[in-house]
């Protein structure tokens, strides 16, 4: 294999592994931290490439596009708390069927609003030449905004106040509430952060996919993956899920074709959860 | 300790064997199913379908009833949503000029919502409860297969309007959008002329691309072209970076692209993006249809070639009105009328006339009506039913993307036969032939 070729091969893993790792993340955190799985989460991301896609075009710049985005989806992901998920606590199956409904509604409903076809944000950035090879500038800000992310939520959760009590009362809901946190508020909070982090990752994909009311669905699927393969801790789970899935299916398509890397990332996934139940960090004993 | 542990496992068994039936259900969708029709026709109860009506107040007298079955939603709603408002359209044009027989066309439509077993539900329920006399329907091939057994079976008349890979012979079925042999016959050879011979095809993995991609090996055979590579793409891909890196491997001239979806859309952007676009150059058969070059920007889609029968820009008298009557009743914003959906106006206008020659509805009348070779003058131009094949002779153009989320028509081709369809399929002589040809046959 040429220099050339091997670094291209090695980018475009890179990008691939932290598409999964932003798409993945948000989700992750409502579900290692709540054991609630949003169903609705391609849909969030959907609606984060909506809110930057409009505010680029009126105008702001794209990386303030990108914050604007995770606070209004973190906002609608505290009101479908309040309203739709505080329900339901503790009913796994029943938090998946409410979230699917509620994802089909939001298609729907952006469907009616902006229509189905509306003009999106081009790639910004240009391309990075290397020998016959080249790849998106913007490939490398996908890269760069994974490890930001992660380095974020390693920060909420190890460093603020807000992640101390999000721990515990994951890990010990009741010896938590006896020392006086609120795990109402702090669960909303955290359906927040989830949502919001969706909200930033649409957003951040939004130069790179067809905004369309239906984009969603192609996330949700590998999202899901990479979070119940990473299993309980949040960011090593989901780190080591997303390098693990995002280079099989990358090494599996360059080798061969797209469908076969689709269906080597969906067989890595069965074996791992056969083999190791709770997934890849469910041994760990740092739970984060 | 042990309890725990035990019952996280079942946690994650249990969503993960959720969210695999949900998958199913959800992923059966998009045309992926190769047509998995079944039995579920029996099962007209779907509590969810959303029922629209049309009448006119100009022709009197009862109101004949006619379908239309759209992805109206889900996926494939980047289609679906022109291809009913043009069903509508189309019909309220008919009822316009008094409607057929003197009598209204109530259209009853249903959306499928990118599922491939409603259309088999709404096929029966369209024939069994609603008593259409028309079913004019369907977008992706898989869905196309999916009714035609029902209306088979039911024996009412079938109008699919789409471009698809070609071959379709039944008798009870016409086709009026453009088939390979019209269309990519066109596109293949313009390519290797006016970019180059080394070709590589990515297609949609189901049954319109894996048959297309045969046509791209024949024409480019035919035409002193090679093809270098071909890659199928599931529908639900829209991450194209490993794609992306064979193109640049195989540094071919043209890239042909037979994708589809929404998140299809994904490629054009990522190509750009890349920088692709300085030595290689996409045509495509597909692009366009779900208005691609409106959600893309214009450096992104720059130098994409296509090649349709309608063009929203072709200069025509019987295409300004059309175009006034889209903009009336849809808004003088709507982003580019697309080819597929003045092909539901020709299924429509074929079908109106057909009856008003046969002076009957029966479906051996207007079948007899059809295969005498009718012809109407549409937005893109004369359209005529070949009688045997059930297929159309019609215009072809070859457009380059515009600044203005529009075409440039660079080349035309006047009344194209569909000629493979002509060669295999003669339904005068054989009407009891019902298959699809490939060119592989």
């Known amino acids: ?288 | 300790m042990k309890t725990k542990a035990t019952q996280q496992r079942s946690t994650y068994w249990s969503a993960f064997v959720a969210f695999v039936v949900m998958a199913l259900v959800a992923t059966a969708c998009g045309g992926g199913g190769a047509g998995e029709t079944g039995d579920a026709g029996e099962d007209t109860a779907g509590g969810d379908t959303e029922q629209g009506t049309e009448g006119g107040g100009e022709a009197s007298g009862d109101p004949i009833v006619v379908g239309a079955i759209f992805d109206e939603t889900g996926g494939l709603n980047i289609y679906g949503e022109h291809k009913v408002k043009a069903a509508r359209l189309s019909v309220e044009a008919i009822n316009d000029e008094g409607g057929v027989l003197g009598r209204p066309l109530e259209l009853v439509t249903y959306d499928t919502q990118s599922t491939n077993e409603k259309y088999t539900q709404f096929a029966n329920q369209l024939a069994l409860q609603d008593q259409a006399v028309v079913i004019q329907g369907g977008i992706t091939s898989a869905s196309r297969e999916a009714v035609r057994p029902v209306v088979d079976r039911h024996e009412i008349l079938y109008f699919y309007n789409e471009q698809y890979e070609g071959g379709v012979c039944d008798r009870n079925v016409f086709l009026t959008g453009v088939v390979p042999s019209q269309q990519l016959a066109a596109l293949i050879p313009w390519a290797i002329e006016n970019v180059g011979p080394k070709m590589y095809v990515l297609a949609a993995d189901y049954n319109y691309g894996q048959i297309s991609a045969q046509w791209v090996d024949r024409y480019a055979e035919e035409n002193g072209g090679e093809v270098v590579g071909t890659d199928f793409i599931p529908l639900d891909v829209n991450e194209f970076g490993s794609t992306i890196n064979s193109l640049q491997s195989a540094q071919p001239d043209v890239v042909v692209s037979l994708l589809v979806g929404g998140e299809h859309i994904a490629f054009y952007r990522q190509f750009a993006a890349a920088g692709l676009g300085e030595n290689m150059r996409i045509v495509s058969p597909t692009f366009g249809l779900g208005n691609e070059q409106v959600v893309l920007g214009p450096d992104e889609a720059k130098d994409i070639t296509v090649a349709f029968p309608y063009f929203q820009e072709l200069d025509t008298p019987e295409n300004t009105e059309f175009v006034e009557r889209w903009h009336a009743e849809y808004g003088d914003d709507y982003p580019y009328i697309p080819d597929q959906a003045v092909d539901e106006w020709v299924g429509w206008h074929l079908w109106a006339q057909a009856v008003e020659e046969a002076g009957s509805l029966e479906r051996e009348d207007v079948i007899e009506a059809l295969e005498g070779g009718l012809s109407i003058d549409g937005p893109g131009g004369t359209v005529t039913m070949d009688g045997p094949s059930h297929h159309v002779v019609k215009d072809v153009h070859i457009g380059t993307v515009n600044d203005e989320g529009g075409f440039d028509v660079i080349e035309s081709q006047e009344q194209v036969p569909p000629s493979f369809e002509q060669e295999q399929c003669d339904l005068i002589a054989n009407p009891d032939l019902n298959e699809q040809f490939t060119p592989e046959d």
Do not use: K
């Open chain 1, 1 to 288: 294999m040429a220099a050339d070729q091997a670094l291209a091969l090695a980018l475009t893993t890179l990008t691939g592994i932290s598409v999964l790792v932003l798409v993945a993340l948000g989700l992750a955190i409502i579900f290692g931290m709540m054991r609630i799985i949003n169903l609705a989460h391609g849909e969030f991301l959907m609606i984060g490439a909506f809110v930057a896609l409009y505010c680029v075009r009126a105008g702001v710049p794209f990386a303030v596009s990108v914050l604007v985005a995770a606070v209004v989806v973190g906002l609608f992901g505290v009101a479908v708390e309040r309203l739709l998920i505080q329900h339901l606590y503790g009913r796994l199956e029943d938090t998946m069927l409410a979230t699917w409904g509620l994802s089909l509604i939001m298609v729907q409903a952006v469907v009616l609003i902006f229509g189905a076809s509306t003009r999106g944000l081009p790639t910004p950035l240009g391309n990075v030449r290397f020998g016959r090879y080249s790849v998106s500038g913007y490939s490398l800000v996908l890269i760069g905004s994974a490890v930001v992310m992660l380095a974020l939520v390693f920060w909420l959760f190890t460093r603020t106040r807000y992640g101390t009590m999000a721990r515990a009362a994951m890990q010990l809901p009741e010896t938590a509430m006896i020392v006086g946190i609120n795990t109402r508020t702090v669960n909303m909070v955290t359906f927040g952060m989830g949502s919001a982090l969706a909200g930033a990752a649409g957003a951040l994909l939004a130069p790179v996919a067809g905004v369309v009311p239906s984009m969603g669905q192609g996330y949700i699927a590998r999202a899901f993956m990479t979070v119940i393969v990473g299993g309980p801790a949040v960011l090593t789970g989901t780190t080591a899920a997303a390098a693990l899935l995002g280079a099989v299916d990358r090494t599996v398509s360059f080798l061969s074709t797209q469908f076969y890397g689709q269906a080597a990332l969906l067989i890595a996934a069965i074996v791992l959860l056969r083999l190791m139940p709770t997934g890849l960090s469910g041994r760990m004993r740092r739970q984060l």
